[in-house]
């Protein structure tokens, strides 16, 4: 099976910087995702990563380490809209399906 | 405008009745897929299909039953046989299983 571990929560003010650390234990994988959830909404497509390195898509960037099995999403100059739940998600090559973390809950505070 | 879309968004029902959720999409994906939600915690994949007549179980499949009879629509029952089945329930669907995977609104379903 696949196991993938994310912090709970983080508080961070405006215009911060934000970290989001997954690490993820699986068989066989094949990449890294990352989706946003508002509260009560649906969870949308933020980046992927199959290789190493830095994936960057405006104020979000990703990275992929897969020798430490370890992937980051980093949110640069956070606004009040960004808070909000983030999942890393893991593809697996046995049958290609997502298997999703807990979770990180965002609190971007005034 | 292409999209997903489920239907209610609210659904109450009494314990030990069947009830189905609709999940239509018009993106042209050939997979789609179901996950259950609990409050504070991820996505648990219920059922998922990777093309029409073809579907597999996901990690929780237990008092689940599915269809794929059409690309378009991949309606999901929760049976009475589900134990705890009050969650929100969200449906996807992706070009490819695995693929950038996009979700419609949700259904929140109340089993009193």
């Known amino acids: 099976g696949q196991s993938l571990e994310q912090p709970s929560e983080v508080t961070a003010v405006e215009g911060a910087i934000v970290q989001i650390n997954c690490t993820y234990q699986t068989s066989g994988f094949y990449g890294l995702s990352w989706y946003q959830q508002h509260d009560g909404g649906a969870p949308t497509f933020l980046s992927y990563n199959a290789l190493d390195g830095l994936e960057e898509t405006g104020r979000f960037s990703s990275f992929l380490s897969r020798s430490d099995s370890y992937g980051y999403l980093l949110l640069q100059e956070l606004q009040m809209k960004d808070s909000a739940s983030y999942f890393c998600a893991v593809r697996t090559t046995n049958d290609y399906k997502l298997s999703f973390g807990a979770g990180t809950t965002v609190t971007v505070r005034a | 405008d292409g999209g997903i879309t489920q239907s209610p968004k609210y659904l109450f029902r009494k314990e030990g009745q069947n009830v189905t959720l609709s999940c239509e999409q018009n993106?042209?994906?050939?997979?789609m897929y179901w996950y259950r939600q609990d409050p504070g915690q991820g996505l648990r994949l219920i059922y998922y299909?990777?093309?029409?007549?073809?579907?597999q179980k996901g990690d929780i499949a237990e008092g689940y039953s599915v269809s794929r009879e059409k690309k378009e629509s991949f309606p999901l029952t929760v049976t009475s046989a589900q134990k705890n089945p009050t969650a929100f329930y969200l449906c996807?669907?992706?070009?490819?299983?695995?693929?950038?995977?996009?979700f419609g609104p949700g259904t929140r379903l109340t089993v009193l």
């Open positions: 993106l042209n994906h050939d997979a």
């Open positions: 299909s990777q093309i029409v007549n073809d579907f």
């Open positions: 996807a669907s992706s070009i490819e299983v695995g693929g950038e995977q996009f």
